[in-house]
């Protein structure tokens, strides 16, 4: 019995390790958005195509496009994920421009998934962003939509207002409402055949220790 639960948790480990040794890449149809505190569409006519990742058994993210922002190319980095509850997170002054300091306290629902990332526009960096998105699979593809939502900051309501995403509480744009939609291709049935495979050498080496 004892030989067969270690197959066993072999096996599975190893399709674990296999469904997790990746993070998911973004599909073309992610699409960074920005909104101004009137909540008109501004950088571009169009939303850039990201690329990335997001791993949610990490809980790390990270996005990035080479279409330029007025002009300057912008990157991220340092993208944290945060599940269903109420969540704290110190906005740590290490913004070029207009540091902000202190605690933004939000609150992530049923369904959803939240992240803050640092968002660097030309020499400017440290920017804190943060998202609320809506999750939901379809036709093999997760989706992660950028949601409106509130937040505390220092004590103060930030963005109560119908744009979508939060305002940003630093850098060269303060109020700005920088929003990431992403989407991921649900993991492959290779992952879960490696997985079946390993428990069909389960069962083949039980036999065979049965049988001798």
Sequence with gaps: ???????????????????????????????????DPTGAFVGGAAAPTLTGFIDTVAGTWNVASTTPFFGLQWTASG???YGAGTHTVNVNGDGALGAGVGDMTFTVGAGQVGGNINFAWGATSGIDVFNIWNVSTVGGV??????????????????????????????????FSANFNMATAVPEAST??????????????VRRRNAS
């Design 1 to 35: 019995m004892t030989f067969t639960k270690t197959l066993l948790a072999a096996a599975l480990a190893t399709a674990a390790m296999s469904a997790q040794a990746a993070p998911d890449a973004l599909l073309n149809t992610s699409n960074f958005q920005m909104f």
């Design 79 to 81: 993208g944290t994920l």
């Design 142 to 175: 997760t989706t992660y939509t950028s949601t409106n939502f509130s937040a505390i900051y220092n004590g103060v309501a930030v963005a109560p207002d119908a744009i979508l995403g939060l305002g940003m509480v630093d850098g060269p744009f303060p109020g």
């Design 192 to 205: 879960y055949g490696m997985m079946l495979a390993g428990l069909g050498l389960v069962g083949f080496a």
